[in-house]
């Protein structure tokens, strides 16, 4: 089976993740929704066709181009997206049009842009890619169906897959969702001490974050070496997924270096992560999503945040809370969605 190497990476969130090296931060809110902070993308797409786009597809095509661009690649073979809410805005915005005006002057533009695969569509249009498009829409298990159908690409020859996943903030989602008690009640909830006062609820939150990856490495590589996602297992039964993983890989729990979870301060959901985390008795521990807020393709983000750690050995203070070891290089996120959607990403810094 030939090995898959992440060669370009790029995330976009409401920490300072997009543009520069690796993460950098962090960047501490008093409120919540944490929104993710859409840069210019005019080096991207012309302004005009900039100026139509939503901000799911201005989310998606930024990190997007910019991954191609940092893996040296003008066109993907392949583009494939995980999103949980899709195209929501622009479904939201064609429905309130159509009840404001008495579904006599309906908006066309919103309808055609409501459509769950417009970003991968938007990506492929502006590179001229005419492979393998998809986008997988299953909640909180959007991405990692995006990574297993990306990591066959390229098992099965494929070259230069782009695989991602975005999702937005919408009022109509943080209304529905507030209703299911998924957010914390009270808005002036910050991410500093979110961990430190658990409490029934999560931040809400937003992002983007896209991959190249391709069966030859690049000067820098992180290799993906297993990638699972799972419906509705305990919390013990998904860890004996995650050890026939790494044992696919050929590795044991204590050759784990680090371990970074969804950690996001819900006390319910929180439950769990220290008893995933135990068996890795090597290995320093991590959370991102006190910092980005929570949301269906949040893992494609903590995804992001391994490989930066595994690819530069340094991992932001406000992250950790187990030391990771100097020289790090099996990283392993351990993440789950609603204590439902539970998803594993196995990386190893290569060279």
């Known amino acids: 089976m030939s090995k898959v190497f992440i060669t370009g990476a790029s ?52 990190a997007g181009m910019d991954a191609l661009k940092k893996a040296g690649v003008q066109k ?30 309906p908006d066309p533009t919103a309808f055609i842009g409501s459509t769950h695969n417009g970003v991968a569509g938007q990506i492929a249009m502006a590179v001229d890619c005419k492979g393998y498009n998809y986008t997988y ?58 961990l430190d006062r658990p409490g029934p609820g999560a931040l809400a939150g937003e992002g983007s974050a896209y991959f190249v990856l391709d069966s030859e490495p690049n000067e820098a590589p992180v290799e993906v070496l297993a990638a699972g996602l799972y419906q509705g297992l305990t919390a013990t039964d998904f860890l004996k997924e995650v050890r026939t993983g790494l044992h696919g890989a050929g590795l044991e729990t204590d050759h784990v270096d680090a371990v970074l979870t969804g950690l996001c301060g819900d006390t319910a959901l929180d439950a769990d992560y220290p008893a995933l985390i135990e068996p890795f008795p090597n290995a320093g521990a991590a ?18 945040f391994l490989w930066d750690g595994l690819r530069s050995g340094q991992w932001p203070a406000a992250m950790v809370h187990k030391p990771i070891p100097v020289g790090a290089t099996v990283g392993l996120l351990l993440d789950h969605f609603r204590n439902n959607n539970r998803s594993f990403v196995l990386l190893r810094k290569s060279g």
């Not at 959370?287 to 903590?302: M, Q, S």
């Open 11 to 62: 995330a976009i969130s409401a920490q300072p993740t997009f543009g520069g090296e690796g993460a950098l931060g962090p960047r501490w809110y008093e409120a919540h929704p944490l929104m993710a902070t859409i840069p210019d993308i005019s080096s991207f797409v012309p302004p005009m066709q900039a100026r139509r786009m939503t901000r799911l597809v201005k989310l998606g095509i930024a």
């Open 137 to 194: 829409l299953h909640a909180g298990l959007s991405f990692p169906s995006a990574l297993a159908d990306g990591l066959l690409q390229v098992r099965e020859g494929q070259r230069n897959v782009l695989v991602g996943g975005v999702d937005v903030i919408t009022p109509g989602f943080i209304t529905t969702q507030a209703s299911c008690c998924v957010w914390r009640a009270e808005a002036r909830t910050g991410n500093r001490d979110v």
């Open 76 to 105: 993907p073979g392949a583009v494939i997206v995980g999103t949980g809410d899709g195209c929501k805005q622009s479904t939201e915005r064609f429905l309130n049009n159509m009840i404001e005006h008495d579904e006599q002057v």
């Open 287 to 304: 959370a991102y999503k006190h910092l980005t807020g929570e949301y269906y393709t949040a893992n494609a983000l903590g995804t992001w």
